[in-house]
């Protein structure tokens, strides 16, 4: 079974990614396969330039998601590094939806948040303006749409003790087949989560 979790930009999927391998998962985050691909300086630049150009950003991505693409296939088909026989394998990707990628998985996990709050952090944490963070937010599909489409929602809206247990009981439910709500939290599980794809 091939897991992503997915989801916009300051929702909190490098955190959630933290607890899942803390879980016993292991996870390949998109964003760190880029940074293998570009050095920093290149890519603190283009990123200046790809938000705010839809072009250039489609190209940039064109360039990009084919190695990232290749990457994750190898990574799957790889040994578990714990030497586990059915090890639990998440790939985190950002732009899973808006690459059309949905169907190379059987369950999609978004992470979502409400906006304001993804701004506050983008302008707080990472030392955005309010316009960049507004520029970052339109390149991608809204939060919204991200869990309607996903199997499985993640909201990152309270304290990290509330997110952790969100993840626990994720790793719980895929574990035991992805074929129920986990006990307790209904209101996190999408309709068709019922079986996976």
Not at 109 to 126: H, K, L, N, Y
């Amino acid at each position: 079974m091939r897991i992503a979790v997915t989801g916009g930009i300051a929702c909190g999927k490098s955190l959630f990614a933290q607890m899942l391998r803390e879980l016993g998962a292991e996870t390949l985050d998109a964003d760190d396969i880029v940074h293998e691909l570009l050095p920093e300086d290149e890519r603190k630049r283009l990123a200046k330039i790809a938000f705010r150009d839809p072009g250039v950003r489609k190209a940039l991505e064109k360039r990009l998601h084919p190695l990232v693409e290749e990457r994750y296939e190898k990574w799957f088909a790889a040994p578990c590094a714990s030497g586990a026989a059915a090890p639990l394998r998440v790939a985190v990707i950002p732009l899973l939806f808006e690459a059309h990628w949905e169907k190379k998985y059987d369950i999609i996990c978004a992470v979502v948040c409400d906006e304001e709050r993804q701004i506050e952090r983008m302008t707080g944490r990472r030392g955005l303006t309010r316009q960049e963070a507004h520029e970052r937010l339109a390149a991608q599909l809204p939060n919204a749409e991200k869990a309607a489409r996903a199997h499985y929602a993640i909201h990152n809206d309270g304290s990290a003790e509330d997110l952790r247990k969100q993840a626990a009981a994720f790793v719980a439910w895929i574990r035991e087949g992805a074929r129920r709500p986990p006990d307790g939290a209904p209101e996190n599980i999408n309709s068709q989560t019922e079986k996976p794809r």
